[in-house]
């Protein structure tokens, strides 16, 4: 009987050490060392703003997570709203660890297909007029946020008043089917309003309506404003064709716009957005930080720009603080 009762003891102890080793290895296989993350990156449209978050983006988190430990699947919806939501909901089928909503309509897309896969927007203006939410305070919560390329509007609408003194009559070209460029219209309208000149909004639905609407806002107008909209940023050829000769100046909302066919801009870094945006999904992949508790974050630092080959063509002498966009 005691010999048994030794043997039942000893293997008892084997047992127990079996299953201390067995949970020493079910803790390794849940550690994030060695993990591959799949990261799925819908950008709304090819310009050079939106390439340019991008690139920052994958930067950053290569940089983070490091090259071999991470999966980019990355699409590009060519302008099409119903292309981003085909893309997220492929992504969701993939279940990617995170998304990149690249452009305000992907991010709207990625909102519709997923509550639980954390999703980071960049190149959106404002979230809460992007996503409907009133009285936004800065943080989305759930499972999105990401950075924000609103620039000081104000700021920009003032560049027409200073370098276009004479101009009395604005026209503001946009793409109506873009939320957060109804939104910046709304703001520098305002401003310019308030500062006495008269103002008129041209906006067009699709790409192929650019030119025509584009040709009556640069034959009423003595000055455009063309707000960070991704239509018209991927249009700026065929923008710059109709007003050059009518030698209607444009203050543009962001650089890629200005080289296209503006004079001048107040405008951000969008690589620089983009790489904002990597450094939160790090943190959110490797640290396990919350993204409900993720404010929207800004690239603070803005940049006065001038496109020295239009201005020349105008006439247009700019100040001495503006730097020549190369």
Do not use: R, W
């Amino acid at each position: 009987m005691k010999k048994s009762k030794k043997i039942l003891s000893l293997m008892l102890a084997v047992l127990m050490m079996s299953a201390v080793f067995v949970g020493c290895g079910s803790s390794s296989g849940d550690s994030k060392e060695g993990k591959t993350y799949k990261i799925g990156i819908c950008q709304l449209i090819t310009h050079e703003a939106l390439d340019a978050a991008t690139k920052g983006f994958k930067e950053a988190v290569i940089e983070g997570l490091g090259e071999e430990n991470v999966e980019f699947i990355e699409q590009n919806a060519a302008g099409e709203n119903n292309t981003c939501t085909t893309i997220v909901n492929d992504f969701v089928s993939k279940n990617v660890d995170l998304m990149m909503a690249n452009g305000t309509g992907a991010l709207q897309a990625a909102a519709n297909a997923t509550v639980d896969i954390p999703i980071l927007g960049t190149s959106i203006t404002d979230y809460g007029v992007a996503l409907e939410i009133d009285d936004f305070s800065g943080t989305v919560g759930g499972n999105i946020s990401g950075t924000s390329d609103l620039a000081p509007l104000e700021d920009q609408a003032q560049m027409i008043i200073d370098l276009v003194p004479e101009a009395k009559n604005i026209g503001i070209l946009y793409c109506s089917a873009e939320p957060n460029s109804a939104y910046q219209v709304k703001i520098v309208k305002e401003y310019l309003e308030g500062n006495g000149l008269t103002v008129k909004e041209y906006a067009f639905s699709a790409s192929s309506d650019v030119a025509q609407v584009a040709e009556a806002a640069a034959a009423a107008s003595d000055a455009m404003y063309i707000p960070t909209d991704n239509t018209a940023a991927s249009c700026t050829e065929t923008i710059n064709n109709v007003v050059l000769p009518t030698k209607t100046p444009i203050i543009a909302g962001e650089s890629g716009i200005c080289k296209g066919c503006g004079i001048a801009t107040l405008a951000i870094s969008y690589e620089k957005l983009g790489q904002i945006t990597g450094e939160m999904a790090v943190e959110i992949l490797k640290d396990g930080k919350d993204i409900s508790e993720m404010p929207i974050q800004y690239d603070k630092d803005t940049s006065k720009l001038y496109n020295k080959t239009i201005c020349d063509e105008l006439g247009i002498k700019v100040p001495d603080d503006y730097e020549e966009l190369k």
